[in-house]
Every structure is written in structure tokens, then in C-alpha cells.
């Protein structure tokens, strides 16, 4: 019975956890889904992306944060930036820890545009903390013991460590921005079984926001259309939104979606999320909400925090240079 229980849990955790954490604020944080926003603002800056997800349905907790550092570097015309990922989830104590460092390069195409690729290298761990399982060739009935070691085909390893890839590229006017990203190209093995093999998924993002011309009367205010289409094996979403940005003040709503649906009972729209932010003394600040519509495991409640800070420019307005999600000088 347990040597099923246990294999169970792993075809979940697998199938769960082998997927990238999709941010409803990436448009907030862009650093988080595209590396060759390091350096993007010709400044120095840091920030912090943290995501709770409380199901009730599944009685459990996942928490999601990432942090940035990026500077620019005018001498190789270059932004570099270090972020960090961490996932830690309640039930199996899971958790992935991933730092990456990541080198972005910018060429200007036009007068208009710039075209900036960049590329990634991290270093994962993952832990899924089953140190409490008993196998059966543990228990020594003769002599009332139970061995710490065992011989079981499907022993799990204690962690997995790996190195990971990316390339990314980004498009962009003073306005507006189109970035694809490429993650886990070298698919590196996950698998937290002996022996075993779990090459994981590329993860592929297409994502933009674009300046739309109205209500831009003065600089202080601003309509942005927001997109964000990510697959990864056959899982998929798109997110589809709008934000407006109003002096140092910011509203946003988007809705994510399923619009490659794996089954009949699939949902074309999981969650509406509405977002608020808040500009302050090169501080930037968010917050969101997802209103789930699927039902899936319950009631969930999924809140997201967003914290930026600028070292340079110490901007006080999303209408201004870097606070909205475009880009204006």
C-alpha cells in the first residue's frame, strides 16, 4: 500500500511541480519572465515577486518569490542581472531553489526601436523532503529495528541538482515592448526517483505590452494592452489585460486563460485578476488578486506582492520613465 501511495505522489508532484511558475504581475516585474529587461532602464535596480497560493479543496500552501538585481554596464553597451526563484509547497515540503545570472545586450535597430537578446545560465535545486518514508525492506522483524538504508528500485533521491539555459529577446520603442523567452533549453533531468529520467519541458513565453493612443493627453497617463502566451508541454496559458497608469498611481485587470484546451471539462477562463500599484521615491509597489474561476481544488485564494526600488532615476509616477509597464524617456 505504500510503495502505491508513493508512486501516486510522485506522478502528481511530477506533473505538478515540473512547471514554471506562471506571475500574474510580470508586466509589473518584467525582469521575472524575461531576462533581457537586466540593465533594460539604464539603471540600477532590484526587486521582489511573491505569490501565496492557498487551495482549500487540496488543503495546501505554495509560495513563490523572486528576487533581481540587474545594473547597466554603458562600456558593454550590456545589462547584467542575478535573480533568484524559490517554490516551497506545504504537503510534500517541495521546494526548488534556482539562482540564474543572465547578460542582455542592446542594439538599436532605428531612431524608434531597439532590439536587446540576452541569454541565461542558472543552477537548480530541488528538495522534495520525503525523509519520513519507510520501505519495506527498512523494517528487520527479527530484530525489532528498522535499517536507514534501502534497496528499493524507486528509492528517492534526497534532492537534484542541475544547470539550466535560456535565451531570451525583447523589441522596443520608448512606448511599448514584444519579448519571447526560451527556458530549460538543455531540458535538464528533474527526476527525483533513482535510475530515473524527467527531461524537463521547455517553457516558452510570448508576451508584450503595448501603448494604446488613448487617453494619452499628457505623460502622466497612459493605456497599456498587456499580453502573455506561455506553454510548456501540453500545458498552457494567456493572459490578456489592460493597465492604466494615472500620475504615480496604476490599475490593471487581466484575465487568464486556457486557449488550448486539453479536455472537454477545461476551462477557458481560470481567473480574472485585478491589480493596483503604487509609485513612491524610486519605489514601486503592487499587489493582485485571482479571483478563481475553474473551482479547481476549491475556493483558492491567490495574492500577489511586488516591490521595486530604482537606485538612479528615483522616479515618483508610472508615467514616467520606468514605472509603467512601456517605456518612456
Known amino acids: 500500500m505504500k510503495r502505491i501511495l508513493l508512486i501516486l505522489i510522485l506522478i502528481v508532484c511530477t506533473r505538478s511541480f515540473s512547471q514554471d511558475v506562471a506571475f500574474t504581475q510580470s508586466f509589473m516585474i518584467p525582469e521575472s519572465i524575461n531576462p533581457s529587461f537586466s540593465g533594460f532602464y539604464q539603471t540600477t535596480k532590484a526587486g521582489l515577486l511573491y505569490k501565496n497560493q492557498q487551495w482549500s479543496g487540496f488543503n495546501f500552501n505554495l509560495n513563490s518569490q523572486f528576487i533581481y538585481f540587474d545594473d547597466w554596464y554603458p562600456d558593454l553597451n550590456s545589462g547584467i542581472g542575478i535573480s533568484l526563484i524559490n517554490h516551497q509547497e506545504t504537503v510534500t515540503n517541495y521546494s526548488l531553489k534556482q539562482v540564474n545570472l543572465s547578460w542582455a545586450y542592446d542594439v538599436q535597430i532605428d531612431y524608434d526601436w531597439h532590439f536587446r537578446p540576452s541569454i541565461s545560465v542558472g543552477f537548480g535545486f530541488k528538495d522534495y523532503g520525503f525523509d519520513n518514508l519507510l520501505f519495506e525492506d527498512q523494517i528487520n522483524v527479527f530484530q525489532n529495528i528498522i535499517n536507514s538504508n534501502t534497496f528499493d528500485p524507486i528509492a528517492l533521491n534526497e534532492n537534484v541538482r542541475y544547470f539550466d539555459f535560456g535565451a531570451s529577446f525583447l523589441f522596443n520603442n520608448d512606448y511599448s515592448w514584444i519579448g519571447l523567452t526560451l527556458?530549460?533549453?538543455?531540458?535538464?533531468?528533474?527526476?527525483?526517483?533513482?535510475?530515473?529520467?524527467?527531461?524537463?519541458?521547455?517553457?516558452?513565453?510570448?508576451?508584450?505590452?503595448?501603448?494604446?493612443?488613448?487617453?494619452?493627453?499628457?505623460?502622466?497617463?497612459?493605456?497599456?494592452?498587456?499580453?502573455?502566451?506561455?506553454?510548456?508541454?501540453?500545458?498552457?496559458?494567456?493572459?490578456?489585460?489592460?493597465?492604466?497608469?494615472?500620475?504615480?498611481?496604476?490599475?490593471?485587470?487581466?484575465?487568464?486563460?486556457?486557449?488550448?484546451?486539453?479536455?472537454?471539462?477545461?476551462?477557458?477562463?481560470?481567473?480574472?485578476?485585478?491589480?493596483?500599484?503604487?509609485?513612491?521615491?524610486?519605489?514601486?509597489?503592487?499587489?493582485?488578486?485571482?479571483?478563481?474561476?475553474?473551482?479547481?481544488?476549491?475556493?483558492?485564494?491567490?495574492?500577489?506582492?511586488?516591490?521595486?526600488?530604482?537606485?538612479?532615476?528615483?522616479?515618483?509616477?508610472?508615467?514616467?520613465?520606468?514605472?509603467?509597464?512601456?517605456?518612456?524617456?
Not at 494619452?216 to 497612459?222: G, I, P, T
Not at 498587456?226 to 508541454?233: C, D, R
Not at 513612491?280 to 479571483?291: L, V
Not at 483558492?300 to 515618483?316: H, M, P, R, T
Request: net charge negative.
Open 183 to 329: 527556458r530549460h533549453l538543455n531540458r535538464p533531468n528533474v527526476s527525483m526517483v533513482s535510475q530515473g529520467d524527467a527531461p524537463l519541458d521547455i517553457f516558452v513565453s510570448l508576451h508584450a505590452s503595448l501603448e494604446l493612443p488613448v487617453l494619452n493627453y499628457n505623460d502622466d497617463n497612459s493605456i497599456f494592452l498587456i499580453t502573455n502566451f506561455m506553454m510548456q508541454g501540453k500545458y498552457d496559458r494567456f493572459d490578456l489585460g489592460f493597465q492604466y497608469v494615472f500620475d504615480r498611481f496604476s490599475v490593471g485587470l487581466t484575465a487568464a486563460t486556457n486557449p488550448i484546451q486539453t479536455s472537454e471539462k477545461s476551462h477557458f477562463v481560470t481567473s480574472i485578476n485585478p491589480v493596483i500599484g503604487m509609485a513612491w521615491e524610486g519605489f514601486k509597489f503592487g499587489y493582485s488578486y485571482d479571483f478563481n474561476l475553474s473551482r479547481i481544488g476549491g475556493d483558492g485564494a491567490i495574492s500577489e506582492f511586488s516591490i521595486s526600488y530604482d537606485f538612479l532615476n528615483n522616479k515618483e509616477c508610472f508615467g514616467c520613465p520606468d514605472w509603467g509597464s512601456g517605456y518612456k524617456q
